[in-house]
């Protein structure tokens, strides 16, 4: 979801970050970058912002200045300082260029810091991002990537109550990316894969995989394949065409019951069943920052408790399925 809300979800509990330290890579992005959202969500959810990161000093300077107005008054780092060792963060929000993620994600690691990486987790290969899963599980840190779209599940099922994801046998999905050709499939692929993980939970292999795309530069392209577990085949498809509106249309169907997003005034979402019908629409919040306290209530649980931490094997397969539709877009 390229569109977070600007405010923070009103009337919740700020006591879920309470006691973590929280450092913040890439604030202040300016290309679709959610890291100063991020950043002021897990201020409000009650956690310290102790330093920000971004690619040069004047950057994280503005990035800072920006976040004054929120009462966040972090160190500021260029990118290659050393600002895991000096403020030896809980957490590192990692919502910088996707092919910096990977080694954020090792330093990570190397540092016992918990992280919350922006999606795509990274380009390095599925084997590779299998590796740094399991290696956090196995050191008791947490690592998730920013997939919210399935926090917005309950709004498809008050829309449609007569609906039920566990008998689906057909998913779609709009989204309105910038980019082009295997670029922008890279950048959006864990968005409805996550949502379809959690429609067909379990392994899973795909099949029947064909892109339409007349060019790599055309303004739409659409995937569509069987994504097949042990108990159903699950028919997807996935749009996207770039609009040029902002914020950018997004919306998906189970079973042809629609769950469309709306953004209103101070980016506050809501979803309807029908884009016509705005009236009629629910809101559960924003489902990004709801992903990120629960992400912040389980590494709070995990430090006061000394609680194990489970290996994700979703997040671990769907960096194989991303890999594997991408193979599929390339030899297309």
Known sequence: ?????????????QTIGDGLRVA????????MGTGGFLARQAHSAGAEIVAIVCSNYD????????????GIRPEVYAEEEDMLAEMNPDVVIIASPTNTHIDWIQQCLDSQAHVFCEKPLSTSGARHCDDLIRAFSANELLIIENCQWPFTLDA????????DITTARKFSMLLSPKLRGEHRW?????HPLSLIQKISPGPAHIEKVAYAEHSSDSLDSALRFEYCTHSRVLECEIILEDMGTLPPPAEYSIDDKLCH???????QMQFAAHANEPQNAVS??????????????????????????????????RQYLVEALLADYQRR
């Open 1 to 13: 979801m390229t569109s977070p809300s600007s405010q923070p979800t009103p009337d919740k509990p």
């Open 24 to 31: 913040v890579v890439g604030a202040r992005r300016t290309v």
């Open 59 to 70: 950057s994280a300077r503005a990035a800072s200045e920006e976040l004054l107005a929120d």
């Open 156 to 163: 498809w099922q008050t829309l449609h109550p007569l609906g």
């Open 186 to 190: 890279q950048d959006i692929l864990s």
């Open 261 to 267: 997003r709306i953004i209103g005034e101070h980016y």
């Open 284 to 317: 559960v919040g924003d489902p990004m920052e709801q992903n990120l306290r629960q992400f912040l209530k389980r590494v709070n649980l995990i430090t006061s408790s000394r609680a194990s931490v489970a290996i994700d094997e979703d997040l671990i397969r």
